[in-house]
Structures are given as structure tokens and as C-alpha cells.
């Protein structure tokens, strides 16, 4: 079992920055890729970024490909999403989720997802 906490989550203004981690615990890292999620009231959960543990590979929905950016601290057992110039359409529960394929991320599976972290954009 692989245990995934988020952290980082708040309400912030259009523009501005947030940094979301997600610490995994268990068999930490047994997994090959985690990646992070977004569910928006009355929308379905949508695959925001993906990174391989071993490469640093890392993939982004479009909508956020140049202000959104995954990396891990292997060390740390933690993987980061810093999230710059957020706009309102970025407010969603956002989860931390790991998988043995960044493949399976991308198409919206996981093996292991975590509680959640909340992100408010306002206007």
C-alpha cells in the first residue's frame, strides 16, 4: 500500500502562485509514476501533470502546459506542483495519485489517489 497526503491547497487571487506537495508513504515510490489531478464541482476529474519517479519524465494537460510545473524530491519521497499565474477556471479539488505507468495517469487511472487538497482562484 502506498499512503499519498497533499498539501498547499488555499484560496488565492488570479495571478498568483501556489506550490501543492504530496508525501507518500507505505511502499513509497514503489510505484514508477504519481501525478496530480483535478476534480471542479459538477465536472469530471481531469489529468493536470504526470512525472516518471526514476526519469524526471513528465507530462501536462495543455491547459496548463507553461504555468504549471511537477517535479519529486526522491529523497523526500515527495512530489511538487508548483502552479503559477492560476486563473479561475484552476479552482478544483486537486489530488496527488501514483500508478506504475505515467501512461495510465494521462488516461485518468491510478492505483493509489489521495484525500485531496482544495484550490480557489478567485477573479
Known amino acids: 500500500q502506498v499512503q499519498l497526503v497533499e498539501s498547499g491547497g488555499g484560496l488565492v487571487q488570479a495571478g498568483d502562485s501556489l506550490r501543492l506537495s504530496c508525501a507518500a508513504s507505505?511502499?513509497?515510490?514503489?510505484?514508477?509514476?504519481m501525478g496530480w489531478f483535478r476534480q471542479a464541482p459538477g465536472k469530471e476529474r481531469e489529468f493536470v501533470a504526470g512525472i516518471s519517479v526514476s526519469d524526471g519524465y513528465s507530462d501536462y494537460t495543455d491547459s496548463v502546459k507553461g504555468r504549471f510545473t511537477i517535479s519529486r524530491d526522491n529523497d523526500k519521497n515527495t512530489v511538487y506542483l508548483q502552479m503559477n499565474t492560476l486563473k479561475p477556471e484552476d479552482t478544483a479539488v486537486y489530488y496527488c495519485?501514483?500508478?506504475?505507468?505515467?501512461?495510465?495517469?494521462?488516461?485518468?487511472?491510478?492505483?493509489?489517489r489521495g484525500q485531496g487538497t482544495q484550490v480557489t482562484v478567485s477573479s
Open positions: 495519485a501514483a500508478d506504475h505507468s505515467i501512461g495510465r495517469l494521462y488516461i485518468g487511472e491510478y492505483t493509489y
Open positions: 507505505g511502499r513509497a515510490f514503489g510505484t514508477s509514476a
